[in-house]
């Protein structure tokens, strides 16, 4: 970039010199038809001519250097802003995981509760005494006994404890007086989350 001003500085000055010199041959021409012009006096002009020009393009080279300083400043300072703005992306995703990872953990201990308030709500709603409604049974594996934890009692290890002793979902949900398909839920829930 400075190369290029430095390079347009000379090439004025180059087209500053020949404008000068042929405006001397025109004067030189013009001395030629009146002898009185005094050479002295059109040497002075030439000078003072090169010399403004050396000063405007001297005063031009000093505002391209202050422009590429302050050009390289602000290229500085974008870069410093686009670190900052990437470390603030990442912390932002960091914290977002954080978050949803919190959400998970919160929806899946409020799944083992939401059963037991729905048994509660549940528990004065009249049934439908209508024929049976015939469902396809799937086949049904117990859950291993030792993944159980027996020491707890809620209605999720219950089932579970059930599970492990290799009784059916219809004889768990009759034992412990809950819908088939909570029951079934709530096995299905604790495969996923052992594999």
């Known amino acids: ?61 000093n505002t391209f250097e202050l422009k590429i300083k302050e050009m390289n400043q602000l290229i500085q300072q974008a870069n410093e802003y686009y670190m900052r703005l990437t470390s603030v992306i990442s912390e932002a995703y960091k914290v977002e995981s954080e978050l949803l990872e919190r959400s998970r953990k919160k929806d899946m201990e409020n799944l083992f509760e939401k059963p037991q308030k729905q048994k509660e709500e549940t528990e004065n709603v009249v049934e439908y005494a209508g024929p ?9 594996s117990p859950v291993p006994r030792e993944t159980v934890d027996l020491q707890t009692s809620s209605i999720e290890h219950q089932i579970l404890n059930l599970s492990s002793e290799g009784q059916s979902a219809e004889d768990i949900a009759e034992t412990l007086q809950i819908g088939r398909g909570e029951v079934q839920l709530v096995l299905e829930l604790f495969r996923r989350k052992n594999k």
């Not at 002295?40 to 020009?53: A, G, M, Y």
């Open 132 to 140: 049976p409604v015939l469902e396809k049974k799937e086949p049904f």
């Open 1 to 61: 970039m400075e190369m290029i001003i430095v390079v347009s500085v000379v090439l004025i000055t180059v087209a500053v010199v020949l404008v000068t010199f042929f405006a001397y041959l025109r004067n030189m021409k013009r001395q030629q038809a009146s002898p009185q012009l005094d050479i002295s006096d059109l040497e002075e002009r030439v000078l003072e001519l090169v010399n403004r020009f050396q000063h405007i393009s001297a005063t031009r080279i």
